[in-house]
């Protein structure tokens, strides 16, 4: 059985990208985060401690962004990080994020790079 916690559209500003002026303007990112854990003890027990608690992660999610990188692939691989070593029992991973507003040519509501990842149990 898969137990799965979503985190959909969170909007946050911030300030990420490879121009000078990305860092000083910012912009608004969404982000889509996809976490598997075994959760069916939560299930019975409704106790917080037998689940992971989805305010942490949205806190982590939110501290991380807060942190100008170059590259979204390096934010995500933050976000990564810190989700696998707060959660032990995580065992998939996967998060989009989304520029709502790049420096390109054409209108489109967003850039994304999604990322994945298994995570052996222990």
Known sequence: MISKILLENVK?????????????????YLLNVDIHADLW???ESDDLKDTIN???IN????????????LLEHVI????????????QISFIKIRLTKTN?????EMLGVSVEMEKHIPSN
């Not at 806190?59 to 170059?70: A, D, F, N, R």
């Not at 691989?77 to 032990?88: C, Q, T, V, Y």
């Not at 790049?102 to 054409?106: D, E």
């Open 41 to 43: 003890k939560a299930s």
């Open 77 to 88: 691989g933050r976000i990564f990080k810190k989700l696998e070593n707060a959660f032990p």
């Open 102 to 106: 790049p420096p390109m040519k054409g």
């Open 12 to 28: 946050i500003y911030a300030y990420h990208g490879v121009l000078p002026e990305e860092e000083i303007i910012g912009t608004y």
């Open 59 to 70: 806190g982590i999610i939110h501290e991380e962004m807060k942190i100008p990188s170059q």
């Open 54 to 56: 989805y305010a942490e």
